[in-house]
Each structure stands twice: as C-alpha cells, then as structure tokens.
T-cell receptor, first 111, second 112 residues
Framework: QKEVEQNSGPLSVPEGAIASLNCTYS??????FFWYRQYSGKSPELIMS????GDKEDGRFTAQLNKASQYVSLLIRDSQPSDSATYLC???????????FGSGTRLQVQP | EAGVTQFPSHSVIEKGQTVTLRCDPI?????LYWYRRVMGKEIKFLLH????????ESGMPNNRFLAERTGGTYSTLKVQPAELEDSGVYFC??????????FGPGTRLTVL
C-alpha cells in the first residue's frame, strides 16, 4: 500500500524563523509531488509542486525533492503568524492523477 | 475566475438515507476528482473524471457510492444508503491539462 508519512506536529517556530516540513513516501514510482496548505475548516490550497530532484523556490517557499531517499520537504522562510496552518504533502505516480496524501503537519508560528 | 464550488457545505442525515453531493469545477477544467477525509484520517482519493468519463474509480469504497458527470460539467456523488462510516468531509478538485489540482471547500457529511 502506498504511503505518505508526515510528522503530525505541531511544529512551533518563532516569527521570522525558517520552518522546515518533511515528508517521506513509499512508492518509488511516484513522479509528482505537491504541498498543500489547509487552514482549519477550509479547503487544501496548492502552494508548491515539484517534479524533479533538487530545489524549487517560489517566494518564501522552497520545495526540495530527493527521489533516491524518497523524501520531499518544504521550507518556509521568514515565517509569519499567517503561515500557521496544516501542511499536506501529496504524491502521484506516473500515469495516474490520483493524489496520495499524508496526514499533514500542523505548523504554529509564534508572534 | 471562480474556484471549485461544492454544495451543500454541510449535510446531516440518518443512517439508511440517501445524500447527493454536487461539485462545480473551475470553468474549462476537464479533470474532476472526488476525495474524502474521514475523522482522524488522511484525505483519500475516490475517483477521477475526464470530461464525462470515469478515468479512475479505484478509490470508490463500495457500490453504495455513485458518481456521475453528465455533460462533462458539474458532478454529483450519491451515497445510497448512507452508513455511519460514511461521515467525513468530501472534497472535489479539478485540473486542466496538468496534474495540479485545485480543491473546493468540501461538504461535511454527518450520518447519524
């Protein structure tokens, strides 16, 4: 069974710090990787996608992918209280569009 | 541009009743997906439409669940008869040609 693992948290960081969120996946056939942010009671919001090994930066967010280690991470620089949310890691394998989600990591940014 | 919309936002029904959930994808998105999150668990894939065709329904839990997408626009997900374990949040998502999926606000279903 394909699995995506995340630490449930909460991960607490002070305002202005770097938040590092991690995710491992079991299916070596996974090809596409996504980070979603979900505020309580709201829909998951896509914030990053990454498809090849290495880093991808978008504003304060950097996604990192290491397929050999089956590991994907999300770095949030200059964390703000508004970044406090649950961050969901999702993966899809080649040929299918179905996303497999982790259970999410709750991030708390302390003012 | 309007996002994915879902109706109703909440539904409370008795065990054995029927409930129909509706999803309107982002205009022009041919791909439509249903997911659900039951209490304490991660979001799970149910099925994927491309236009009006079911591309992948491997996540549908049993034959009490019926999804349709007539005309390739909006989609409905019917649960008949509903059981207690069907309670959860049902999300719809859509995508254009690519794989990046955009989620709706979800329908919270409570089966009593």
């Amino acid at each position: 069974q394909k699995e995506v693992e995340q630490n449930s948290g909460p991960l607490s960081v002070p305002e202005g710090a770097i938040a590092s969120l991690n995710c491992t996946y079991s299916d070596r056939g996974s090809q596409s990787f996504f980070w979603y942010r979900q505020y309580s009671g709201k829909s998951p919001e896509l914030i990053m996608s990454i498809y090849s090994n290495g880093d991808k930066e978008d504003g304060r967010f950097t996604a990192q992918l290491n397929k050999a280690s089956q590991y994907v991470s999300l770095l949030i620089r200059d964390s703000q209280p508004s970044d406090s949310a649950t961050y969901l890691c999702a993966v899809a394998d080649m040929g299918r569009r179905a996303l497999t989600f982790g259970s999410g990591t709750r991030l708390q940014v302390q003012p | 541009e309007a996002g994915v919309t879902q109706f109703p936002s909440h539904s409370v029904i008795e065990k054995g009743q029927t409930v129909t959930l509706r999803c309107d994808p982002i205009s022009g998105h041919d791909n439509l997906y249903w997911y659900r999150r039951v209490m304490g668990k991660e979001i799970k894939f149910l099925l994927h439409f491309v236009k009006e065709s079911k591309q992948d329904e491997s996540g549908m839990p049993n034959n009490r669940f019926l999804a349709e997408r007539t005309g390739g626009t909006y989609s409905t997900l019917k649960v008949q008869p509903a059981e207690l374990e069907d309670s959860g949040v049902y999300f719809c998502a859509s995508s254009q040609a690519g794989i990046e999926q955009f989620f709706g606000p979800g329908t919270r279903l409570t089966v009593l």
